[in-house]
């Protein structure tokens, strides 16, 4: 079974209402997510700002996806953005993309950038349960 790599947009969310997404306490029971060094970057700095050592610790046990960055790559991915007409997509959505397509993952994601990848790129998302 793939790991689900959770994007920095859904941990926010998580932060905020564990009530609407309640769903990831059954992931993370079932040691099916993972996190990579960019949404740690995107997370734990203003974690770490508001002293809450204890989240930032736990984010960091999480399985974590070393990023092995292929550049030309990118840059392909990135001109598939653009013919796609899915522009403005920042470089650390392609290198979320590009980690979870080397790595077989799944990706969980609020991210339109991302969402939209998956229809010209092997990139696989999380169906979000309906409410």
């Excluded at 209402?17 to 099916?32: A, H, M, T």
């Amino acid at each position: 079974m793939n790991d689900i790599l959770v994007d920095s947009s859904v941990w926010i969310s998580y932060f905020k209402s564990r009530n609407e997404f309640s769903f990831i306490d059954d992931l993370i029971d079932d040691y099916r997510i993972c996190i990579n060094d960019v949404i740690l970057t995107e997370l734990l700095p203003s974690i770490m700002h508001q002293k809450e050592f204890l989240l930032a610790n736990l984010l960091k046990s999480i399985n974590k996806y070393d990023m092995n960055i292929n550049w030309q790559e990118l840059q392909n991915y990135q001109l598939l953005n653009i013919k796609n007409g899915n522009n403005k997509v920042p470089i650390t959505d392609v290198l979320i993309a590009q980690n979870c397509i080397r790595n077989d993952l799944i990706l969980l994601t609020l991210d339109k950038h991302l969402i939209l990848m998956k229809n010209y790129l092997p990139l696989q998302i999380y169906e979000l349960p309906t409410k």
